[in-house]
């Protein structure tokens, strides 16, 4: 069974930054030719779909990134930890959100495309908030 713990969150000033942690127990790096593992930021506004915030998978340097973080936040791992995090930089105000961490097996085919979403992943952890002020 997969747990995940969320840490990190809190309040920033717009302009500045923020660093979020989750610790996947539990989780397997694993892939084979239809899926592979991954680890996972989303975020959620009261009354919105959740949104993907950046995916990092096995074997991943990089990350797939949602269109508004991009270029802001950067996703990285630790496979000896298992830990997944968020570097979160020139924030603004509507990166005020509850942050979730999500765990997945997650279909190549999507990867390829990188059309990812909520949907995609079946573990989650409890959430974290951010809240950026001007």
């Known amino acids: 069974q997969v747990h995940l713990a969320e840490s990190g969150g809190g309040s920033a000033m717009a302009g500045g930054s923020l660093k979020l942690s989750c610790v996947a127990t539990?989780?397997?790096?694993?892939?084979?030719?239809?899926?592979?593992?991954?680890l996972a930021w989303f975020r959620q506004v009261e009354g919105r779909e959740r949104e993907r915030v950046a995916v990092i998978c096995v074997g991943g340097n990089g990350g797939n990134y949602g269109d508004s973080v991009k270029g802001r936040f950067t996703i990285s791992q630790d496979t000896a930890t298992k830990s997944v995090f968020l570097d979160m930089a020139s924030l603004n105000s509507e990166d005020t959100a509850m942050y979730y961490c999500?765990?997945?097996?997650?279909?190549?085919?999507?990867?390829?495309?990188?059309?990812?979403?909520?949907?995609?992943?079946?573990?989650w952890g409890q959430g974290t908030r951010v809240a950026v002020s001007s």
């Open positions: 999500a765990a997945g097996w997650v279909e190549n085919s999507r990867l390829r495309t990188g059309h990812i979403d909520a949907g995609d992943f079946t573990h």
């Open positions: 539990g989780f397997s790096y694993t892939m084979n030719r239809i899926r592979t593992s991954c």
